[in-house]
């Protein structure tokens, strides 16, 4: 069955590194998450889940505003693994992220299934 698995996270000095990884296995319609777009989201405490990157079936990253020039998302097909490495951590990047398989090419937005979440907290 599909599943997506987080792994990586945890406590963080304010302007340290931190690399996530989820993997997604399973078939849905006979499709692997190799044809796939895959993404990362992140919801802090009293806020709406925000996209932070995703990456679609073609390799092509795209990355929210508030993590530009620090984020880099990745993705092994061989591993069905997708990567979000974050560095210059701020108090702001603490928040439980989440993996996101869209049932897309392209759109990350597309129904899909979601990772149980992980804790990032840097610390201030």
């Known amino acids: 069955q599909v599943q997506l698995v987080e792994s990586g996270g945890g406590l963080v000095q304010a302007g340290g590194s931190l690399t996530l990884s989820c993997t997604a296995s399973?078939?849905?319609?006979?499709?692997?998450?190799?044809?796939?777009?895959l993404g990362w989201y992140r919801q802090a405490p009293g806020k709406q889940r925000e996209l932070v990157a995703y990456?679609?079936?073609?390799?092509?990253?795209i990355y929210a505003d508030f993590v530009k020039g620090r984020a880099t998302i990745s993705r092994d097909n061989a591993k069905l693994t997708v990567d979000l490495e974050l560095h210059r951590l701020n108090s702001g990047d603490t928040a439980v992220y989440y993996c996101?398989?869209?049932?897309?090419?392209?759109?990350?937005?597309?129904?899909?299934?979601w990772g149980q979440g992980i804790q990032v907290t840097a610390s201030s």
């Open positions: 399973g078939k849905i319609d006979g499709i692997s998450a190799r044809s796939h777009t």
């Open positions: 996101k398989r869209a049932y897309d090419e392209d759109d990350i937005d597309a129904q899909g299934a």
């Open positions: 990456i679609t079936k073609g390799f092509r990253p």
